[in-house]
Antibody
Framework: EVQLVESGGGLVQPGGSLRLSCAAS????????MSWVRQAPGKGLEWVSVIYSGGSTYYADSVKGRFIISRDNSKNTVNLQMNSLRVEDTAVYFC??????????WGQGTLVTVSS | QTVVTQQPSFSVSPGGTITLTCGLSSGSVSTSFYPSWYQQTPGQSPRTLIYNTNTRSSGVPDRFSGSILGSKAALTITGAQADDEADYYCVLYLGSGIWVFGGGTKLTVL
């Protein structure tokens, strides 16, 4: 069974950093396209970043230059390093597996709050 | 900047049929955008309904169907049920490693 479990969320001040992790089971992240999607409180879903099986990475304009997606093959995890955080980055961050260009499996999400 | 458009809200009567749409601020949606659809109820993670325009995800009832209608992707719910009340999101793959979600449609069943 495919399972994704996010962790690492919390409260951080503007300008600070946070590292999210997504632990996968039931499949191998290094063979998959993995993505992060976020949802601000009361708002819609927003695609954030993707890492391809070949290692290529892509970002939404709203986070480009501040966030870095990576994976740890030994732990079967995908990570999101978030730097220079802004109040508008406050959201629940979901990890998702991509299949046929669609988000085929979702974690439960982890809440990131950026506030002073 | 490309914007993916969805109706903000919609109402349907139990047993009724409804079609939600997903368009582009400029241009038409085609299968090349690999449109997919997601259902989300409050406090829950999204659930994948449709991918690759019209393929139902595992376990999704066949009263959910996807298509291209004119210049937009469409999600049709036939025989709406009370537990279909939710937010529905489409997402399009724009190419070059970029995905964009629509703003979502809040569906009320009453």
């Amino acid at each position: 069974e495919v399972q994704l479990v996010e962790s690492g969320g919390g409260l951080v001040q503007p300008g600070g950093s946070l590292r999210l992790s997504c632990a996968a089971s039931g499949f191998t992240v290094s063979n998959s396209y993995m993505s992060w999607v976020r949802q601000a409180p009361g708002k819609g879903l927003e695609w954030v970043s993707v890492i391809y099986s070949g290692g290529s990475t892509y970002y939404a304009d709203s986070v480009k230059g501040r966030f870095i997606i990576s994976r740890d093959n030994s732990k079967n995890t995908v990570n999101l390093q978030m730097n220079s955080l802004r109040v508008e980055d406050t959201a629940v961050y979901f990890c998702a597996r991509l299949n046929s260009y669609a988000f085929s499996g979702w974690g439960q999400g982890t809440l990131v709050t950026v506030s002073s | 900047q490309t914007v993916v458009t969805q109706q903000p809200s919609f109402s349907v009567s139990p047993g009724g049929t409804i079609t939600l749409t997903c368009g582009l601020s400029s241009g038409s949606v085609s299968t090349s955008f690999y449109p997919s659809w997601y259902q989300q109820t409050p406090g829950q993670s999204p659930r994948t309904l449709i991918y690759n325009t019209n393929t139902r995800s595992s376990g999704v009832p066949d009263r959910f169907s996807g298509s291209i209608l004119g210049s937009k992707a469409a999600l049709t719910i036939t025989g709406a049920q009370a537990d279909d009340e939710a937010d529905y999101y489409c997402v399009l793959y724009l190419g070059s490693g970029i995905w964009v979600f629509g703003g979502g449609t809040k569906l009320t069943v009453l």
